[in-house]
């Protein structure tokens, strides 16, 4: 399977700012995803990062709050904007469809804190 | 939009015993995939099952994709003490979407 690396692996953060998580991966894949994940709760699909062109947002999850990019086949970013203490979660990024990934591989994670 | 059913939501274990759980949908899913998640860390894939009826193991774990595509299970033999974290079912439809169950929380009998 393809290996998947998150940057920061965690951070606490003021509310207000804004903190862009990265996600980086060993080969080209097709499809990257952004998930996030509650304390205690399951994953939660925020959207479907797209290689050249805008991301595709799940429903309840906006592009003003959450940007995406992905300017190439290995790396994508996720910022989370004017954080609130309600955005504290663990921010996972996904990867399917390169060499040795016919379903969805996860990264290590983001965990994020904001007070 | 679809929800899957996990349960049970925690079990305790002791070493040696064999645990299941599972997962039910009232959707169709033309792919079920389980993973265990440790604390700190992202979720790893244990099983992959991509056809009704499916059986597939991976050491002591066996899943198995419902035939109606509507339900899957997972089942650990002789658990040990590193069996302990959160185990994940996810279904996959069209699109690549995954969509997870609430999760089952494996711990150890004290």
């Known amino acids: 399977s393809a290996v998947i690396s998150q940057k920061p692996s965690r951070d606490i953060c003021q509310r207000g700012t804004s903190l862009t998580i990265q996600c980086q991966v060993d080969?080209?894949?097709?499809?990257m995803f952004w998930y996030r994940q509650q304390p205690g709760q399951s994953l939660t699909l925020i959207a479907t990062?797209?290689?050249?062109?805008?991301?595709?947002?799940e429903s309840g999850f906006v592009i003003d709050k959450f940007p995406i990019s992905r300017p190439n086949l290995t790396f994508s970013t996720l910022t989370v904007s004017n954080m609130s203490p309600e955005d504290s979660s663990i921010y996972l990024c996904s990867v399917e469809g390169g060499s040795g990934t016919d379903t969805q591989y996860f990264g290590p994670g983001t965990r994020l804190t904001v007070l | 939009g679809q929800q899957l059913n996990q349960s049970p939501q925690s079990m305790f274990i002791q070493e040696g015993e064999d645990v299941s759980m599972n997962c039910t949908s009232s959707s169709i899913f033309n792919t079920w995939l389980w993973y265990k998640q440790d604390p700190g860390e992202g979720p790893v894939l244990l099983i992959a099952?991509?056809?009704?009826?499916e059986l597939t193991s991976n050491g002591r774990l066996t899943a198995q994709f419902g035939i109606t595509r509507k339900d899957s299970f997972l089942n650990i033999s002789a658990s040990i003490p590193s069996d302990v974290g959160i185990y994940f079912c996810a279904g996959q439809a069209a699109g690549n979407k995954l969509t997870f169950g609430g999760g089952t929380r494996v711990l150890v009998k004290p």
């Open positions: 990062a797209n290689q050249g062109s805008e991301a595709t947002y």
């Open positions: 080969s080209q894949v097709t499809m």
């Open positions: 099952l991509y056809k009704a009826g």
